[in-house]
């Protein structure tokens, strides 16, 4: 059955993890023991119940590839995955790139295979959601977010994409639900939150808090903090203040969360 593989594959992964492999390479070295573990069973079923529903090569390595995921954004998180986190695929995958690659460049075959461990399409990070850029010098493109100078072309320079910085984020849906009923990604209303915070807004501030129910999300204090720490070791200052401010304003209003968490 599919759980028993998960748990040995989730074994392995966790030797992989204490053995401090990262990145690009984390994904690519749970393959070969997922194959192993599916190897060892003459069919593997999707559900214990399900008569006829066996499991084929290629949907288990697609959910071995998200189980990977999962387990390492968990950690980022400070947080068991178990069955599942509960994120949203975008911010699954901000999340991720962020750990291994910070706001520097990246190649674009690990930024392919992390979307592809995430279920998102390199054209809703590219051209949707504007979270990727191709991967010129942040001095080229505008390091302040000036909208005009910020390249937005999708096919990366060299091969290479990075991600934008909050303050570049400005086109007038972030943060909203899209027209065809997509649920704005929590990384996207996190930005949104950053540059109303910025703009001194804090009427503005609460009132998206409260018509996103950001307050009744209990995984949201995490990834602040997960955030307030990738930035202090990109040394991010002005990202890791905002941050840090609108942790300590949502421990103000009584933000379940955020008085215990670390």
């Given amino acids: ?39 060892q069973f003459p069919r593997v079923m999707k559900y214990a119940s399900a008569e006829g529903a066996v499991l084929s090569v290629e949907e288990f390595l697609r959910e071995v590839r998200r189980l990977v995921v999962d387990f390492a954004v968990g950690r980022i998180l400070h947080q068991d995955a178990g069955d ?5 695929d975008v911010t699954t995958y901000y999340l991720l790139h962020r750990a291994n690659f910070g706001l520097a460049n990246a190649p674009a075959g ?17 051209d949707q959601t504007e979270l990727l850029a191709s991967g010129k010098s942040r001095a080229a493109t505008g390091e302040n977010g000036d909208e005009d100078a910020a390249d937005d072309g999708a096919g990366g320079s ?25 649920v704005a990604p929590l990384i996207d209303q996190v930005h949104k939150l950053m ?14 808090l409260d018509r996103r129910g950001l307050r009744h999300i209990s995984l949201f204090p995490r990834l602040l903090q997960a955030l307030i720490e990738t930035s202090r070791a990109g040394k991010q200052s002005d990202e890791c203040a905002i941050l840090e401010s609108l942790s300590n304003h949502l421990g103000g209003l009584g933000q379940p969360g955020f008085e215990q968490l670390f």
């Fill in 195 to 208: 540059q109303l915070w910025k703009a001194g807004d804090l009427k503005e501030v609460n009132a998206y």
């Fill in 1 to 39: 059955m599919l759980e028993d593989m998960c748990q040995l594959v989730g074994e392995r992964l966790r030797t992989f993890w204490d053995a401090g492999i990262r990145g690009p390479d984390f994904l690519w070295a749970a393959t070969g023991p997922a194959l192993e573990a599916y190897s």
């Fill in 110 to 126: 690990a930024c392919i295979l992390y979307a592809t461990s995430c279920g998102v399409a390199m054209s809703l990070l590219t």
């Fill in 158 to 182: 060299g091969g290479e994409f990075r991600l934008r910085i909050w303050s570049e984020r400005r086109h007038r849906s972030l943060g909203k639900d899209a027209a065809n009923g997509r």
């Fill in 84 to 88: 599942g986190l509960g994120l949203d």
